[in-house]
């Protein structure tokens, strides 16, 4: 009686919205995300995104799901002209909705993004209200992944609803960790929620790795024990690439330009386009095949 009676259920519901064609390639997702603020999340996010479109020909949506909207500042410059009406807040409490309806071209080429909205917090509270609420963003990214090869998000500096939809849906995760005592506690506690995440709702999500940013060496005492620490509790997910400090990037952020545009023999843009060649080369050996959804 009970399975009849849900059956029956579907058609007092009004029909949906019609979804986006599908396309046929099948993005990995990476969600970058560390607890501590101001590692490099939005920098390394930024950098790959534009790195695996600039020197690995990879289709790639970059999305912001921080309020703060730190993704739109860094590329300011190469940003499309033109902003849909709909928002990421809006779409992500939407059934039978995808992100692709709001992706948009930038100026670089094969790069795309969905740019962030000021009410993501407001989302993020109304989130918690609803059923199979750290769901919302995998379902939303179903046509999406279909028109990627990659699709890269940058997570806002807390553990709350919004990192916790981008980690479910997301394939793999890459942990920036800038060289300090602090950031080696927000790294564990990452680690912990990945593991969580792993266990109870996402079980294929793997770990990328950890990269190092803002090294700065100079403080070799420091580095060295940190390093130690990093390499004795997480190994081989340790990234050869290390991103060290470097003006150029600060100031290709002012400029709203990637350091790769802004200054392109800068020690700044070899380090992350060596990081775009290291996950380029990962994800290639954990694709997966295309899948019909
Ligand atoms: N390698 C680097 N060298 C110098 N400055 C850097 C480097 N990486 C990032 N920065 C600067 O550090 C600041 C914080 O970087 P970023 O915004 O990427 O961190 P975040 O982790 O995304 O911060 P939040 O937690 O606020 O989202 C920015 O001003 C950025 O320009
Ligand atoms: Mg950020």
Request: charged share 25%; net charge neutral.
């Given at each position: 009686?009970?399975?009849?009676a849900?059956?029956?259920?579907r058609?007092?519901?009004?029909?949906?919205?019609?979804?986006?064609?599908?396309?046929?390639?099948?993005?990995q997702?990476?969600?970058?995300?560390?607890q501590?603020?101001?590692?490099?999340?939005?920098t390394?996010?930024v950098?790959?995104?534009?790195?695996l479109a600039m020197?690995h020909?990879?289709?790639v949506l970059?999305?912001?799901m921080d309020?703060?909207?730190?993704?739109?500042?860094?590329?300011?410059?190469?940003m499309p002209?033109?902003?849909?009406s709909?928002?990421?807040?809006e779409?992500?409490?939407?059934?039978?909705?995808d992100?692709?309806?709001?992706?948009a071209?930038?100026?670089i080429?094969?790069l795309?993004v969905?740019?962030?909205?000021?009410?993501?917090?407001?989302?993020?509270?109304?989130?918690?209200t609803r059923i199979?609420?750290?769901?919302?963003?995998?379902?939303n990214?179903a046509?999406?992944?279909?028109?990627?090869?990659?699709?890269i998000?940058?997570?806002p500096p807390?553990?709350g609803?919004?990192?916790l939809?981008?980690l479910?849906?997301?394939?793999q995760?890459?942990?920036?960790?800038?060289m300090?005592?602090?950031s080696?506690?927000?790294?564990?506690?990452?680690?912990?929620?990945?593991?969580t995440?792993?266990?109870?709702?996402?079980?294929?999500?793997?770990?990328?790795?950890?990269?190092?940013?803002?090294?700065?060496?100079?403080n070799?005492?420091?580095n060295?024990?940190?390093?130690d620490?990093?390499?004795?509790?997480?190994g081989?997910?340790l990234?050869?690439?290390?991103?060290?400090?470097?003006?150029?990037?600060?100031?290709?952020q002012?400029a709203?330009?990637?350091?790769?545009h802004?200054?392109?023999?800068?020690?700044?843009?070899?380090a992350?386009k060596?990081l775009?060649?290291?996950?380029?080369?990962?994800?290639?050996?954990?694709?997966?095949?295309?899948?019909?959804s």
């Amino acid at each position: 009686m009970v399975s009849r009676a849900l059956g029956n259920l579907r058609r007092f519901l009004k029909p949906t919205d019609e979804v986006s064609q599908l396309g046929n390639r099948n993005a990995q997702v990476i969600a970058v995300t560390a607890q501590k603020g101001g590692v490099g999340k939005t920098t390394t996010a930024v950098h790959l995104a534009t790195g695996l479109a600039m020197f690995h020909k990879k289709r790639v949506l970059l999305i912001d799901m921080d309020a703060q909207g730190h993704v739109e500042k860094s590329l300011a410059q190469d940003m499309p002209d033109q902003r849909h009406s709909e928002s990421m807040g809006e779409l992500l409490l939407k059934k039978n909705r995808d992100l692709y309806e709001i992706a948009a071209p930038t100026k670089i080429d094969d790069l795309w993004v969905v740019a962030s909205d000021r009410n993501l917090n407001e989302t993020e509270t109304m989130l918690s209200t609803r059923i199979g609420k750290e769901l919302m963003l995998r379902q939303n990214l179903a046509v999406a992944r279909t028109h990627f090869d990659a699709i890269i998000i940058d997570c806002p500096p807390n553990l709350g609803n919004l990192t916790l939809n981008a980690l479910v849906a997301a394939d793999q995760v890459l942990i920036p960790c800038d060289m300090s005592v602090l950031s080696l506690d927000g790294v564990s506690s990452i680690v912990e929620t990945v593991a969580t995440v792993q266990d109870m709702l996402n079980p294929t999500l793997g770990l990328l790795g950890l990269l190092r940013t803002r090294l700065d060496r100079r403080n070799i005492t420091m580095n060295r024990t940190i390093e130690d620490t990093l390499r004795a509790e997480y190994g081989d997910f340790l990234l050869d690439s290390v991103i060290g400090v470097s003006t150029a990037i600060a100031k290709a952020q002012l400029a709203g330009k990637s350091v790769f545009h802004y200054a392109p023999k800068n020690q700044g843009s070899k380090a992350y386009k060596k990081l775009a060649d290291e996950v380029s080369a990962l994800l290639s050996s954990s694709a997966k095949p295309v899948t019909p959804s």
